[in-house]
């Protein structure tokens, strides 16, 4: 199982839909920690995620709390447009935990600053954007680790 990839609070049905269906076909598992913007049962995140959703290795915690306690002393690294390092400098390993926050505003700030050592930024060059879409950061991050890992 390559990764981990863990959803803090996701609000928009179909960026986790299309990260379903990445996590599927990356043979990952998805982790998806409530409270969720959206019903599972939602039609544009199963639109996204196809017919692939069913297939799906899926996880899913009431609250950031339940996932902390269930995979205390994982190995996980937490993604942020907030870090200092650069998710190239990431030691990915099989089964690792990626972790992003929602949508509209990241991480929460007790895991930002309570994981400064394990945080980590896809680089922005443009001063224009704030931050990438999740679905897209989450590519990102998985297919860099998959690299690291073939």
């Not at 972790?99 to 896809?122: D, H």
């Not at 680089?123 to 860099?144: D, M, T, W």
Request: hydrophobic share 40%; proline share 5%; charged share 20%.
């Amino acid at each position: 199982m390559p990764f981990n990839i863990v959803l803090i609070a996701p609000e928009i049905p179909n960026n986790t839909g299309n990260i379903g269906r990445l996590a599927l076909a990356t043979g990952s598992t998805l982790h998806l920690v409530k409270p969720f913007g959206f019903e599972l049962d939602d039609k544009r995140l199963k639109r996204a995620g196809l017919d692939y959703w069913p297939h799906l290795s899926l996880c899913i915690y009431e609250n950031l709390d339940d996932f902390l306690t269930q995979h205390k002393n994982k190995n996980m690294v937490f993604f942020s447009s907030h870090a200092e390092k650069s998710h190239w400098s990431i030691n990915y390993k099989d089964g690792q935990f990626l972790v992003f926050g929602k949508e509209s505003v990241g991480l929460p700030a007790t895991l930002t600053e309570s994981n400064r050592n394990e945080l980590y930024k896809i680089p922005l060059y443009s001063e224009h954007v704030r931050s990438l879409n999740l679905a897209n950061a989450v590519g990102i991050a998985v297919y860099e680790g998959l690299k690291h890992l073939v």
